[in-house]
């Protein structure tokens, strides 16, 4: 596609529910990232895929999260049991994965725990 | 691990006056350094990076930052802003290579007449 797709832009859930995110990054890019952006708290990393490689997991708040990137294209970000603190927009962006080139975010994903 | 700092969450300046954000990093290893700018209401984009070579990067639309090895800080400057640098502006670092971007907290940028 032009450019990172994420859907849904809006989710409200329930505490306790889980929740799927999508991203759909830009096509031939070997490189996936997640981040949450939240108030006071800028952006946060949460997992990287780099093409075969075993993600880097090393941001993910809890073992509530979880991502995957199925053929080396979509990934799905689950989150288990939301909370409250879970609120905030999570972030897709993909890049061609050769060190040192630009990310192209996608527009978020708005997260609503009520 | 790498991280990166920007103590100032918040810059009000006037138009046309000049502007400064911090960003420190740490990491033991060379590393790649990024400036990226959200705009109201726009996902995020790249505004300069440093890889290698001159340490002095420029932007098209007039900032520049340059990376200081021995103070291991990459500072966004511009000499005269205007109303539409209004943004939020995020230090970002990376080990080089097949290694993630690790970003700052960052710095809204608050440009008034």
């Known amino acids: 596609g032009a450019g990172v797709s994420q859907s849904p832009s809006n989710k409200v859930t329930e505490k306790g529910k889980d929740v799927e995110l999508r991203c759909d990054p830009i096509s031939g890019h070997t490189a996936l990232y997640w981040y949450r952006q939240s108030l006071g708290q800028g952006l946060e990393f949460l997992i990287y895929f780099q093409g075969n490689s075993a993600p880097d997991k090393s941001g993910l708040p809890s073992d509530r999260f979880s991502a995957e990137r199925t053929g080396g294209s979509v990934s799905t970000l689950t989150i288990q049991r939301t909370q409250q603190e879970d609120s905030a927009v999570y972030l897709c962006?993909?890049?061609?994965?050769?060190?040192?080139?630009?990310?192209?975010f996608g527009s978020g994903t708005q997260l609503s725990v009520l | 691990a790498q991280s990166v700092t920007q103590l100032d969450s918040q810059v009000p300046v006037f138009e046309e006056a000049p502007v400064e954000l911090r960003c420190n990093y740490s990491?033991?290893?060379?590393?790649?350094l990024f400036w990226y700018v959200q705009y109201p209401n726009q996902g995020l984009q790249l505004l300069l990076k440093y890889l290698s070579g001159s340490t002095l990067v420029e932007s098209i639309n007039g900032f520049e930052a340059e990376f200081n090895k021995s103070q291991t800080s990459f500072h966004l400057r511009k000499p005269s802003v205007h109303i539409s640098d209004t943004a939020e502006y995020f230090c970002a670092v990376s080990q080089g290579g097949f290694q993630k971007l690790v970003f700052g907290t960052g710095t809204r940028l608050l440009v008034s007449p």
């Open positions: 990491s033991s290893v060379s590393v790649y």
């Open positions: 962006a993909s890049s061609s994965g050769t060190g040192g080139e630009k990310l192209f």
